[in-house]
């Protein structure tokens, strides 16, 4: 048995649940929730960097980053399910990149209001990591927004991306991304994994 350390919040542990289930390896996965500011957490033994996700593999060794996980299990699913062939592969990790940087971005924001006091806070700071995700926004709205037929590592991020500002802001980008917010509907109906790993704010 796998075991996936994460959290149910985490929207790059998000990511590997959503992957695992459209591989048809979700009852090959043990998901363990993980403390990642516990330093009695075996995480820390697990990823020496103590962040989730990590994929305890059946022979002791750990696979970290969710985009080293993500391809490890379509590895296991026999490859090229969830990445396509040629030139097209490549595109669909550009788009799985920015996804995973605008939830960077957005998780630097809400780190920022959790860790700092309030007179603490940096403006500059945060003004910068949300122009971050809403030149992401733009970008995906003007190029990502057409639902595709066969879906790939960049339209699942995108999904889990849109879903952590739905929890940590409100969905506030749904206002000025109405293009964004139809692609989401269209996901979340072909994906039933996405319902089953929202966290209600």
Partial sequence: MLVLRSSPASPFGRTVKISASLLGLTDRIQIVEAETLNPEDSLRRQNPLGKIPALVLENGETLYDSRVIMEYLDFLAGGGRL???GEARFLALRDL??????MDAALLQVYEGRFRAEDKREPKWLEHQAGKVERG???AEAHLSTPAATLHVGHIGLACALGYLDLRFAGSWRATHP???AWLADFEARVPAFAKTKVTP
């Fill in 97 to 102: 990149a920015l996804a995973n940087g605008i």
């Fill in 83 to 85: 990445y396509p062939a």
């Fill in 179 to 181: 293009k964004l917010v």
């Fill in 137 to 139: 926004l733009a970008y």
